[in-house]
């Protein structure tokens, strides 16, 4: 028995780990006659909703109107941009984040879980110490998320993705982020949009890492027309003389100094493992301190699950989502298979938005596989038209051998809710040339699909031939 040597351990059928998303687990087992305990040592919600995706698209949705307004000459519109009150912008955001904890706890009590507020650790095989009591299960699931890479300079008033929210005070006159992926591109895009003189500087010499080099190449060009955007840029010192920061980076060689308002770091995230005590519990993380699972989401320990950024698969909140409703039938409805993660989209919902599925190109090549690539823009759509922008565009991979979709990657407004045609015909049939049979609503914006997927199915009959 796993209370061997821990004789006043409290017995449970399931104990998760962190509150975040893997919290509707617990409630869902706890619902089903289970008895369960949640750990959680900080609010109950994860990082989702208390600083990150959720918060993050609030203010974004600030900056689209206030970027309405100061470019409403495209459409032949008069109109004169004086400012947002940023009060009642932040206010309406920390309303909101700031009742996530209760409205978790909630759903949590209610449902009949045994909520732990504090830090859990191994101290044994399966038996776990938090807050002072001692809790052993044979299913445990480990949901502790990830934190922020800890920023150089850490000692000066700079900003992370975790001291960001609440948003206080006025926003900064001026703003710098350090790091070019999901988190840096989305704040540079609220700050630029919302007025906020903007500085972007990337160690790498593209934007958004891993994005396929089109849909990349169109992001870069739009994005710096609203923030000055600086690539290949190494941060060599940073200072703050109680106003203003002055940041130096070695670019091509010459060091070059920017003196601004605020700071934000945003150069990666960490998983949430190091209190945990996971030798305890026989289970090890790999070279980048994740927590490694196979396809069932199991750890090396039978019984011992990870699910979300601690295993480091998906750091996406959806897919966190994903696994643990896979996890919701796996240990309450006895699901045997595997997870099947292969259509995993993403979205960055900066300015421009980009949304991807699948493969880019550069994968495509690097794993030798036969593709055909379509990239289109989306002027065959009149909703589309009606923007009066020119640089949207859709990038189809497609597979010279079955017509299947192999990826797909939109750069453009609503990009993140046009892709999900994508997904489901991926998800129920995948075949591009299903996109030509389907009825559109004229002239609706997902018409872009069309002439991209006319190209692909072209594109294929003609290997074929050949």
């Known amino acids: 028995m796993t209370t061997k040597n821990h004789e006043s351990a409290e017995t449970y059928d399931l104990i998760v780990i962190g509150g975040g998303r893997a919290s509707t687990l617990a409630i869902a087992a706890a619902k089903e006659g289970r008895k369960v305990a949640l750990i959680e040592k900080d609010r109950l919600g994860g990082a989702c909703p208390n600083r990150g995706c959720v918060p993050s698209k609030l203010l974004i949705g600030f900056a689209e109107a206030a970027r309405a307004v100061r470019h409403a000459d495209r459409h032949f519109v008069d109109a004169e941009f004086k400012g947002i009150d940023s009060q009642r912008l932040f206010q309406s ?42 809790l052993t299960a044979e299913e445990i699931v480990i949901g502790t998320g990830s934190y922020p890479t800890p920023p150089p300079y850490a000692e000066l008033p700079v900003w992370t993705s975790d001291n960001l929210f609440p948003l206080e005070g006025e926003p900064p006159k001026s703003m ?75 670019i091509a060689g010459e060091k070059e100094s920017f003196t601004v308002g605020q700071v934000l770091f945003a150069i990666g995230r960490r998983p949430n493992v190091e209190a945990l005590d996971l030798e305890k519990t026989g289970i090890s993380t790999n070279s980048r301190g994740f927590i490694p699972v196979n396809d069932h989401l199991e750890t090396e320990v039978s019984g011992i699950f990870a699910t979300g950024d601690v295993n480091g698969r998906y750091m996406l909140q959806h897919a966190a989502s994903y696994e643990v409703l896979y996890l919701r039938k796996k240990l309450l409805k006895n699901l045997s298979g595997p997870i099947d993660e292969r259509q995993i989209a993403h979205a960055m919902f900066t300015h421009p938005e980009v949304a991807s599925v699948g493969h880019t190109e550069e994968s495509l090549i690097a794993a030798g596989i036969p593709y055909v690539s379509v990239l289109e823009d989306w002027l065959a759509s009149a909703r589309a038209m009606s923007t009066r922008l020119d640089y949207p565009r859709t990038k189809l991979l497609v597979s010279p051998e079955d017509y299947s979709i192999l990826g797909c990657h939109l750069v453009g407004p609503e990009a993140s809710t046009a892709i999900h045609q994508i997904l489901m015909l991926m998800h129920l049939k995948n075949d591009v040339r299903e996109l030509l049979e389907m009825i559109y609503i004229h002239p609706a914006l997902n018409e872009l699909f069309m002439p991209a997927a006319v190209q692909a199915v072209a594109k294929v009959r003609a290997m074929k031939k050949s």
């Open 93 to 134: 955001v920390n309303d909101y984040v700031g009742g996530v904890d209760g409205r978790y706890q909630v759903r949590v009590e209610e449902s009949g879980v045994t909520l732990i507020r504090g830090e859990g650790r191994f101290i044994g095989p399966k038996v776990i110490e938090v807050a002072g009591q001692v």
């Open 176 to 250: 710098m982020v350090i790091g070019s992926g999901f988190i840096g591109t989305e704040m540079a895009a609220f700050f630029a949009g919302i007025g906020v003189p903007t500085s972007l500087f990337a160690r790498g010499n593209k934007l958004l890492g891993r994005a396929d080099h089109d849909v990349e190449k169109v992001f870069t060009s739009e994005f710096s027309k609203e923030v000055d955007t600086h690539l290949g840029a190494s941060l060599v010192d940073l200072t703050h003389d109680g106003q203003e920061f002055t940041a130096t980076f070695e």
